[in-house]
């Protein structure tokens, strides 16, 4: 079975400030996708970004970037230039290609300060 | 936008009660998902069709929950009895299965409260 571990409970930072959260997991597939999911407060989750195990350059979109290590099966998403409207939950996931069901982290609850 | 459709945002019943909430997912997508959320943890998936068909309940405790979506649209979640521990955020969400490579989209949720 898959895990996934996020070892930051809560972050705070400054509007502007770049900002790391950390997410391993354990696997011995050698297919998957990991993603990060972002749900903001009384709101729906939404895709952040999406990560093919098989491809060793690390995904952007625009802001948001991981920094993917297969051998030391981690996942860190890194959030630049950080917004207010980014104040939300953080779940890193796990789907074993052809699976097509998530395994979650327990989430990190991340806090943009004015 | 499609969106997921969830019914009702919030439940509050007592224990022993019967409750049942309604996804409605995104027209096209083969593939429904039922998580639940306890505060302050990630989703644990309870159960995820393809079409019509379960493909895993593993998780899903059958002596109190059920689900079910009869024509492959959309889909019912019940809980009879409910308990105390049950009180937990449920969390739809729908994919395009087969060669999809992994988005789900999740509706708003619905949010129980077990009295």
């Known amino acids: 079975a898959q895990t996934v571990t996020q070892s930051q409970p809560e972050m705070s930072v400054q509007e502007a400030e770049t900002v790391t959260l950390s997410c391993t997991y354990d696997?011995?597939?050698?297919?998957?996708?990991l993603f990060w999911y972002k749900q903001p407060p009384s709101r729906q989750m939404i895709l952040v970004i999406r990560?093919?195990?098989?491809?060793?350059q690390n995904a952007t979109e625009n802001r948001f970037s991981v920094n993917f290590q297969k051998a030391a099966k981690s996942f860190s998403l890194k959030i630049s230039d950080s917004q207010l409207g980014d104040t939300a939950m953080y779940f890193c996931?796990?789907?074993?290609?052809?699976?097509?069901?998530?395994?979650f982290g327990q989430g990190t609850r991340l806090t943009i300060n004015p | 936008e499609a969106e997921v459709a969830q019914s009702p945002r919030y439940k509050i019943t007592e224990k022993s009660q019967a409750v049942a909430f309604w996804c409605d997912p995104i027209?096209?997508?083969?593939?429904l998902y039922w998580y639940r959320q306890i505060l302050g943890q990630g989703p644990e998936l309870l159960v995820q069709?393809?079409?019509?068909?379960?493909?895993?309940d593993s998780q899903l405790p059958k002596d109190r929950f059920s689900a079910e979506r009869l024509k492959g649209v959309d889909s019912t979640l019940k809980i009879q009895p409910a308990e105390l521990g049950d009180s937990a955020m449920y969390l739809c969400?729908?994919?395009?299965?087969?060669?999809?490579?992994?988005?789900?989209?999740f509706g708003e949720g619905s949010r129980l409260t077990v009295l």
């Open positions: 969400a729908s994919g395009l299965g087969g060669a999809n490579t992994g988005e789900l989209f």
């Open positions: 696997t011995s597939e050698n297919n998957y996708y």
């Open positions: 990560q093919e195990a098989y491809k060793q």
């Open positions: 996931a796990f789907m074993r290609k052809g699976a097509q069901k998530l395994v």
């Open positions: 027209s096209g997508h083969a593939t």
């Open positions: 069709f393809q079409d019509e068909s379960v493909v895993d």
